[in-house]
């Protein structure tokens, strides 16, 4: 169990999923990486409301027991009324795992270490459902270890990322608030019509550009076709507003653009192999991830 020094000193990054957005779903590979511009870190006599907390605690008491690690709510529930809370620098709806952050703070309150993997993500899973009504656990594993994740549904991996990268990967905010518990149903209602070989492509995409990012090497021509495919097959997930960007994105071979986790609205990922500014993007809002 963590002490509450050690509650203090550490922060609980947001994350960026890379590649592999839904999927995932379908056991295709994942990556993930912390994004640490974002966080959530406990901190001593905080002015939030700790009510909040009142109806995750009780969703946690009806889980508690399936979970691998243990658990105790109450005492959760001192530490909150010694005036704990976890202080949030993250925006909700953006895609960036805010959920994650807080399940990942929460679980950590009483783990002892990080050795297995596979239980860890499975708790994590099972604590994000309060927010997602299901969850893969991944963000919040990200969260928990502050170190990029390779995911199957069947594996999990830690893995170092190159020292030097060929591209500029961006944040691009749509400026419009979302909510994976919505969307995800929708994918999967939409993918059931979607032709198995379109999913199949969209799998080999993300892993080729996966195995590109982690070599050190450019990934933008594949970001174009998944650019390309993700506007043709998965619109649904683009929102209207952002057609003519994401056209305009495609027209140019500089720069890639795609969706960032569930897509909706949120940030979106752009891939360029210059260094962009705002101006260069008919005034879009660029966060640098790399």
Known sequence: MQTYLEMRDRIYPGKVLLFGEYTILWDGMALSLPYRRFFGKWSRNAVEDNNEWSS????????????????????????????WN??????????????????AAFLDFFLDDY?????????????????????????????????????????????????????????????????????VPVFKREVNEMDSKLLKSLSKMNEQAIDQF??????????????????????FLIPQRVHSFWRACLDNPAIGLKLCGAGGGGYLLLFSREKLTTHQLWGMQLLQIV
Request: charged share 25%.
């Open 56 to 83: 995750f605690l009780d969703y946690i008491e009806g889980i508690e027991h399936d979970l691998h690690n243990q658990v105790d709510t109450k005492e959760f529930r001192r530490a909150l009324q010694n005036r």
């Open 86 to 103: 976890l202080q949030l620098q993250i925006p909700s709806g953006k895609g960036l795992g805010s959920s994650g952050v807080v399940s």
């Open 115 to 183: 050795l297995d993997l596979s239980h860890l993500k499975r708790d994590l899973a099972m604590i994000e459902s309060y927010f997602h009504g299901r969850s893969s656990g991944l963000d919040a594993l990200v969260s928990l270890l502050d170190k990029p994740v390779l995911a199957t549904n069947s594996s999990i991996d830690v893995v170092d990322l190159p020292s030097r990268f060929q591209d500029h990967i961006y944040l691009v905010d749509t400026g419009i608030s979302r909510s994976t518990r919505d969307l």
């Open 214 to 235: 982690r070599n050190g090497e450019s990934t933008l021509e594949t970001v174009r076709s998944i650019s390309d495919f993700q506007l043709n097959h998965m619109r």
